[in-house]
């Protein structure tokens, strides 16, 4: 039937619309000069492509429920990751849409570079086979890489650039390697088949564990959890603030879909979660470090930015708080995952957006001294950033809080209660680096004749950080339907 | 108990009227006119009078017909409830009581109170804070109401806590005064103190009776539940509970009702305007002691310990504020301790067990002294005085006040007790108590206190009728010493002029009540001649309030009368020769300065305090807080952030941006997630699956297991995947016997470890009903040829005298023994071989208690099993 064939291709449709947006970006780019709808057209497109996801996940019936191809699932989950990555990623285009037009660094490439990154998220998130989660991963990074190298000019954005694509690539060819090792030892490439091998005990046992480990260093490597983190800060620091924000929501979020996807899918099993000899140690283990490493870290500097660098490591740790305590509560646990990636994206676009929004042409916040009494001088600049600390920090009423909320209530209800206390205890350090954003915004005053950081005036920032600051309150004050969606995604995927 | 009349929503109103005043004033009152917040204000309390009214009137009609325990109830809802360690469910409504007691309370408070409210319209006239003062007023007659109306201590303390905040407020209501704010605060504290003692009271009230409610409380009392011993540390045995938990409430009475050691606050409390000084610290709130004694009167009337230390204390604080006002020269200064003593007064009389006439007394002073206060007011208003009056300033103003000045007459006459004012009536049967009391008892301690507080409070009343006319003298008569000098210098308003109509109203209403009120208490007789008494009073309040019954001798009652009659002729007297027209203080160059000064300066109680208790409490908090910046600061909260940081300092320097590094950790991140996976993990645990026992053992990737049920070092099975094994076991696999025992009862148990040797039991701790003869050696068990052996040592099963010395027990079978359930265990150990895919291998084993009735075999295979299975 023809509308079989309309309703399956509509599951492709946000990964489709991005390709065309991407391809026309190009074509019009090579012939036109002007490059003011730039970004606007990218930013709506992505939320389209958002917005499409969104009527699919809600309106189950649009599509088939089963994966159009064998390599791409069609799935709650995987709806929820577009919701999150095109949402992370249009409102990263609309932040570059001001920063890059204030810096004068305005490039076609750059919107083309973004949407195709998009693009590779998505089909990550997706991937349902060894081979397409390979292919999304080199997709999304090859896009990274370059994003990350985009003010060229710079040695620190080269630098950043570099380090972060010979580690990527190392770790890439780790993860290749574990999925020759694992189709070896089941011969399966699909997640299912592979789940099916590895819990019927068919699957030869040296293989599996060497597959399993190497799999789930590379992804660690890309949800920057310690201590496959060391690319993050300085990658984080050299790209514009802009690819910053991408990176530390779109493609973390990607990294974190494909991790869920093959630890609590493909190896999950009884035997491979364990609490003590399967990944769930790891997990925990990796967890506690991260926590523990990236606040610590963050807490010594004196760069706002990589503060926010080393907080979005810390936050990778809370989110595998979550992924521990699936073991014992299965979709409650992922749910609370999925629901913490959603916060952290809204509440960190709004913080690296107030970053953004402070500096202009000429001099950029950066530093904790660039804020000094900004927040007295600008009080409406200033107020998003002190809703945007105050969420990834984990204040009520904020989404934040409810990601952390849920997170550590999965932990303590899996029996891990000192694992949430640790995570207390990390949240606690994190209060110190994100309140020192607000007492230099309004209790200090800049040192004499030191450069003072102009707010910039963009309408472009102005939208991401209004539609970002809204759903961070919407999200902390009536989170019911957003973690709704996280349940109906984690239960159809956990089945 | 009374039965429950049907709800009268009246009395709900009555409280919600002021409630709502002061909502409405406090929330909007800046933005409505001057005119009808003060409409609101005054109007919400007329309106509560008149529903008092027709409640009282409705009450009235009910015991008219018969009805002697008459009540009115209301019902709000269900507050909370609570369970005591006894189990008892105790429910706490908010429910509201009107009964003979509360009735005539509810009047004064809400007819004296509504005059105030009028008179602060005229007083507060040109005050900024109009609104909040009104607000603040309403949300006091709230309170008072509250506290008046609750039919259970719960909610009469939501009333006292109410009443306390509003004093509070009002009395530092000219907060930008520092002295004034202070006075506030003091009157909290010493309130708060007190409120403490009724806290307690209660939880002992609640504890005996099991309810909050008055009317329990009370007939409990009656029935004698509170006649029990009760330890108290320090005093030792003391004669029944119902002392300690009077002392408690009393405590919290002194506080409210200014009484010793907790009065300190009182006289402070003028800081505050005049109306709440009336009102408040007068008429209504300080009464608030002198009505909880009345309303557990048949409770304290148990205890003549109680008693005797309220009738001391009553007497005490009379004569001590008495000394004090007779030396002051501030207007309000001297009627505020002159409220002291009045309040002493009262509680002599409920301490000779008087309550009626104590509470008459409260009914009267109500009117003098909030006349007498207002009146006070109306010539600060006149001389343009701010915060009191110094008599010495003043003088000659019946010419320019004549409403005042007679109005105030009429008071001074009413407190010095002058026959046919309220006042006489109200002392005289105060005297008349402690005289009875004399001649009633046969207990010495009884009688010394009646003689106490006869010859107390005579004196008292003599100071009394003393330092009134005193007052009145040096104010209104003679020649007006601040005439011709202009309201800024050190004098008042050359030209006094007589106070607006909405202030002289209230003065003269609170004036014919001062004459008039006391003759609902005028008894049915005349000296010498009759003999009917009690009183109308009397009749309308024994229905709510105990007592001894009055003395129909005619002695006593004319000693009484004698002695207030010589009293008030002998005050009255001494001051119109003293200070009559005069404008120096007389008395102070009669008597030796340094006594004098010490009595003016209060007898340096507040000094005292100062040294003996505030000052030590400030000293530990200063070394506290010392602590708390070297302790707590430096050391738990510096020194921590400093290592945080330096941690963080040194992560970040891990940071080289050396990319090889980087490349390095993330092979050693790999290498260490294997090591995690190198070697198995081996553990082991028991689980009953039906009847059978069933060895689990952790799962793992491509894990081998290797079985050793009982531990003997030979291996049941070959290596295989299955982590499930079910062993059986027989007696040769035991290793250890131990007795399990439990008490049912309360859930609690112990095990014991046996062997050929006794060991000793601890079973007191299980409840367990065993009766010991003094000095016997304690309960023990062993092993014993295969059983489990109980030596009893001359314990006796409760209510037996034929239990064996030595009980043997079944293994494996619960024996219930007299309370205590007594099982003998068994124990096995298991282990597991467990080898992953690296070949690796761990052992673990445990060891387990086998479920009960397990073992199939004889008694005699276990013992020899056992000592075969110590190798």
């Known amino acids: ?495 | 108990m009374h039965e429950d009349a049907s709800q009268q929503l009246a009395l709900l109103l009555i409280i919600l009227f002021p409630l709502a005043g002061a909502v409405v004033n406090g929330l909007f009152g800046r933005r409505l006119p001057r005119s009808l917040v003060g409409f609101i204000g005054v109007g919400s309390v007329t309106v509560s009078f008149i529903l008092s009214i027709t409640a009282f009137a409705e009450l009235f009609a009910l015991r008219g017909e018969g009805v002697h325990e008459a009540v009115l109830t209301y019902q709000f809802y269900e507050w909370f409830s609570l369970k005591l360690p006894s189990g008892a469910e105790v429910a706490i409504n908010v429910r509201f009581l009107m009964d003979s007691l509360s009735g005539v309370m509810t009047l004064i408070v809400t007819g004296v109170g509504g005059l105030i409210h009028l008179y602060s319209v005229g007083y507060m006239s040109d005050d900024d804070g109009y609104p909040r003062f009104f607000s603040y007023l309403n949300l006091f007659m709230a309170s008072m109401l509250i506290l008046v109306l609750g039919s259970s201590l719960p909610v009469m303390f939501v009333g006292w806590e109410g009443v306390g905040l509003c004093s509070y407020l009002l009395i530092g209501y000219w907060y930008e005064n520092r002295d004034y704010a202070s006075a506030g605060r003091k009157a909290f504290v010493a309130n708060r103190v007190g409120d403490f003692g009724v806290l307690i009271g209660m939880f002992i009230l609640v504890g005996v009776v099991g309810s909050f409610e008055f009317a329990d409380i009370n007939a409990a009392a009656a029935q004698g539940y509170f006649r029990k011993d009760f330890m108290m540390w320090p005093f030792g045995v003391v004669p029944s509970i119902a002392t300690v938990a009077c002392l408690f409430l009393f405590l919290g009475c002194t506080g409210k009702s200014a009484q010793i050691p907790l009065y300190v606050w009182l006289p402070d409390a003028m800081a505050g305007p005049t109306p709440v000084s009336a009102l408040i610290h007068a008429a209504t709130m300080v009464t608030a002691g002198v009505y909880l004694c009345c309303r557990l009167s048949p409770l304290f009337i148990t205890s003549d310990v109680a008693m005797s230390v309220i009738a001391v204390t009553g007497t005490l604080t009379a004569l001590l504020a008495a000394t004090i006002a007779v030396t002051q020269r501030e207007m309000k200064k001297i009627l505020a301790y002159s409220t002291v003593s009045q309040l002493g007064f009262m509680f002599a009389a409920v301490g000779v067990g008087y309550f009626a006439a104590g509470f008459f007394h409260v009914f009267t002073h109500a009117f003098f002294k909030a006349c007498l206060f207002l009146g006070a007011g109306s010539v600060m208003h006149a001389v343009h005085a701010h915060g009191d009056a110094d008599i010495f300033k003043l003088g000659g103003l019946k010419k320019q006040l004549p409403t005042t000045r007679w109005t105030f007459l009429v008071s001074c006459l009413a407190i010095a007790g002058v026959p046919l004012t309220s006042g006489f009536f109200s002392k005289d049967e105060i005297l008349l108590g402690a005289t009875a009391q004399i001649f009633r008892s046969d207990d010495s301690l009884m009688v010394a206190v009646g003689w106490f507080t006869l010859i107390g409070l005579t004196l008292a009343a003599v100071m009394t009728a003393f330092y009134m006319f005193r007052l009145y003298f040096l104010t209104f008569t003679g020649e007006y010493r601040s005439a011709g000098e202009s309201s800024d210098g050190h004098g008042y308003d050359a030209h006094p002029h007589e106070s607006p109509a909405s202030m002289k109203i209230p003065l003269i209403f609170l004036g014919l009540g001062a004459i008039f009120a006391g003759y609902l208490g005028m008894p049915h007789i005349t000296p010498f001649v009759g003999t009917h008494l009690p009183s109308w009073w009397g009749h309308w309040m024994e229905a709510s309030v105990a007592g001894h019954a009055l003395p129909e001798s005619m002695n006593t009652i004319n000693i009484a009368s004698g002695l207030a009659l010589a009293a008030m002729a002998i005050g009255i007297g001494s001051a119109w020769v003293l200070y009559r027209n005069k404008s120096k203080d007389v008395l102070a160059e009669k008597v030796p300065a340094r006594l004098y000064a010490l009595v003016f300066d209060k007898w340096r109680v507040d000094e005292l305090y100062d040294t003996v208790i505030i000052g030590p409490i400030k000293q530990v908090a200063t070394l506290v807080g010392r602590i708390d910046m070297t302790f707590v600061d430096a050391l738990l909260t510096r020194l921590p952030s400093f290592n945080a940081r330096e941690v963080g300092r040194f992560l970040s320097r891990m940071q080289n941006g050396v990319v090889h590094t980087y490349g390095m950790v993330l092979v050693i991140g790999v290498v260490s997630v294997m090591a995690m996976f190198w070697t198995p993990r081996a553990h082991v645990e028991g689980a009953l699956e039906g009847e059978t026992l069933q060895l689990v053992a952790a799962p793992g990737f491509g894990y081998e297991y290797r079985w050793d049920g009982d531990s003997d070092g030979e291996f049941e099975s070959g290596w295989s995947t299955k982590r499930i094994y079910a062993p059986t076991y027989g007696p040769e696999d035991v290793r250890k016997i131990f007795l399990y025992v439990r008490s049912p009862r309360t859930g609690a148990s112990d095990h014991y470890s046996l062997t050929e040797q006794w060991t000793r039991l601890d079973l007191a701790r299980l409840d367990a009903a065993w009766r010991r003869t003094q000095g016997s050696l304690p309960i023990v068990a062993r092993l014993e040829d295969g059983k489990v052996q109980l030596r009893m040592n001359g314990a006796q099963v409760f209510g037996r005298t034929d239990t064996p010395d030595v009980i043997e027990l079944p293994t494996g079978r619960g024996t219930g023994i007299e309370n205590v359930l007594m099982v003998p265990r068994a124990t096995v150990e298991a282990t597991v071989e467990v080898r992953n895919a690296f070949g690796n291998v761990s052992t673990a084993s445990r060891e387990m208690t086998l479920p009960d009735g397990y073992l199939p075999e004889q008694h005699a295979l276990l013992l020899d099993a056992t000592k075969e299975g110590s190798r």
């Open chain 1, 1 to 495: 039937m023809i509308t079989d064939r309309i309703t399956s291709f509509l599951g492709v449709a946000p990964l489709l619309l991005l390709v065309a947006v991407g391809l026309s970006i190009m074509l019009i780019d090579a012939f036109s000069k002007d490059r003011s709808g730039l970004a606007l057209t990218t930013a709506m497109s992505l939320f389209a492509a958002a917005a499409i996801s969104g009527a699919i996940a809600v309106r189950g019936d649009l599509v088939a429920p089963a994966q159009i191809t064998r390599y791409l699932a069609v799935d709650q989950l995987g709806l929820f990751f577009d919701v999150v990555i095109c949402a992370g990623a249009g409102l990263s285009a609309l932040l570059a849409g001001g920063y890059l037009k204030e810096h004068g660094l305005e490039r076609g490439e750059f919107y083309v570079l973004l949407i195709f990154t998009a693009f590779g998220a998505m089909v990550l998130a997706r991937a349902v086979d060894l081979l397409s989660i390979f292919l999304g991963l080199e997709t999304m990074s090859l896009g990274a890489y370059a994003l990350v190298a985009y003010r060229r000019t710079s040695a620190r954005a080269v630098e950043g650039a570099v380090k972060y694509f010979l580690l990527g690539s190392f770790a890439a060819a780790i993860l290749l390697f574990g999925s020759a090792l694992l189709y070896g030892a089941t011969g399966h490439t699909d997640l299912a088949g592979i789940r099916d091998a590895v819990g019927s005990g068919a699957a030869d046992p040296v293989l599996t564990i060497l597959a399993l480990v190497m799999i789930l260093v590379s992804l660690a490597f890309k949800v920057g959890a310690v201590p496959f983190h060391m690319w993050v800060p300085d990658s984080y620091e050299g790209a514009v603030t802009p690819v910053t924000t991408f990176m530390s929501v779109a493609v973390k979020a990607a990294a974190f879909a494909v991790l869920v996807r093959v630890l609590a899918g493909a190896f999950g099993d009884e035997v491979s979660m364990d609490l003590f000899t399967g990944w769930t140690p790891v997990i925990v283990i990796l967890a506690v470090v991260t926590m523990a490493w990236g606040n610590l870290a963050a807490l010594a500097q004196s760069s706002v930015k990589r503060m926010l660098a080393y907080s979005s490591v810390a936050h990778a740790g809370y989110v595998l708080v979550g992924l521990a305590a699936t073991y014992e509560l299965g979709p409650t646990a992922v749910s609370a995952v999925l629901y913490y990636v959603a916060a952290y994206t809204v509440s960190n676009v709004l913080a690296f957006g107030s970053l953004v929004l402070m500096g202009s042409k000429g001099k950029e916040a950066v530093s904790y001294e660039d804020l000094a009494g900004a927040g007295r001088r600008h009080p409406a600049a200033a107020a998003p950033f002190v809703v945007g600390v105050l969420s990834l920090l984990g204040m009520p009423p904020t989404a934040g809080f409810f990601g952390k909320y849920y997170v550590f209530s999965a932990a303590v209800q899996a029996g891990m209660t000192w694992l949430a206390v640790l995570g207390v205890l990390a949240s606690a350090v994190g209060a110190y680096y994100y309140l020192k954003v607000i007492v230099y915004l309004f209790m200090r005053e800049p040192a004499e004749d030191a450069p003072i950081a102009v707010p910039m005036r963009s309408y472009y920032v102005a939208a991401a950080l209004l539609l970002s600051g809204y759903y961070v309150l919407r999200m902390g004050v009536t989170p019911g339907r957003y973690l709704d969606f996280a349940i109906s995604a984690a239960t159809t995927f956990l089945g």
